[in-house]
Antibody, heavy 119, light 109 residues
Framework: EVQLVESGGGLVKPGGSLRLSCAAS????????MNWVRQTPGKGLEWVAS????????YHADSLKGRFTISRDNAKNSLYLQMSSLRGEDTGVYYC????????????WGQGTLVTVSS | EIVLTQSPGTLSLSPGERATLSCRAS???????LAWYQQTPGQAPRLLIF???NRATGIPDRFSGSGSGADFTLTITRLEPEDFAVYYC??????????FGQGTKLEIK
């Protein structure tokens, strides 16, 4: 059974940083593109970043570039999102999602971790 | 960036009825790379359809996707109580960003 378990969310002040983690199991992690997708009150569902199995291809949403960085550790079956210079509009639920075999849809999702940016 | 517009915003139907949800793109979606997701309160989205018309593993056959180019439809025949949820479309047809629609809420009439 595929499992994706996010952690690392919480309350952070504007301008602060957080590192989200996603522990994956039940599939060959190194083979799949992994993604972060967030759901915010302002924009709904929004793709954040993607990273290919071997980290050869890395993409971030233009609106987040320079503040968020996706990475992975295949030895640990883990995905990460380093977030800095956080703003109120970054408040939302952040999901880790496994990419599809035939394209960049999201075949499996974690339960999400809540990030709240507030003073 | 491709903008996806879903309609209607809210659809009120009764169990047993047929639901038709629309997703219109601001430009052609390459390779008809369009997915549909279902989200119930407090849960993560669940993949229903990918490639416009391919059901994901374990999805009942009352769910079907159709369409091409810039116009896509999700049809749910014979609504079950558990089908009342919010539905999102997503395009992944070209290079990022892979955008989502704003969602259609399917509610019990």
């Amino acid at each position: 059974e595929v499992q994706l378990v996010e952690s690392g969310g919480g309350l952070v002040k504007p301008g602060g940083s957080l590192r989200l983690s996603c522990a994956a199991s039940g599939f060959t992690f190194r083979v799949f593109t992994m993604n972060w997708v967030r759901q915010t009150p302002g924009k709904g569902l929004e793709w954040v970043a993607s990273i290919s199995g071997g980290s050869d291809f890395i993409y971030h949403a233009d609106s987040l570039k320079g503040r968020f960085t996706i990475s992975r550790d295949n030895a640990k079956n883990s995905l990460y999102l380093q977030m800095s210079s956080l703003r109120g509009e970054d408040t939302g639920v952040y999901y880790c999602a496994r990419g599809g075999s035939t394209g960049s849809y999201y075949r499996d999702w974690g339960q999400g971790t809540l990030v709240t940016v507030s003073s | 960036e491709i903008v996806l517009t879903q309609s209607p915003g809210t659809l009120s139907l009764s169990p047993g009825e047929r639901a038709t949800l629309s997703c219109r793109a601001s430009q052609t979606v390459a390779n008809n790379y369009l997915a549909w997701y279902q989200q119930t309160p407090g849960q993560a989205p669940r993949l229903l359809i990918f490639g416009a018309s391919n059901r994901a593993t374990g999805i009942p056959d009352r769910f079907s996707g159709s369409g091409s180019g810039a116009d896509f439809t999700l049809t749910i025949t014979r609504l079950e109580p558990e089908d009342f949820a919010v539905y999102y479309c997503q395009q992944y047809g070209s290079s990022p960003p892979f955008t989502f629609g704003q969602g259609t809420k399917l509610e019990i009439k």
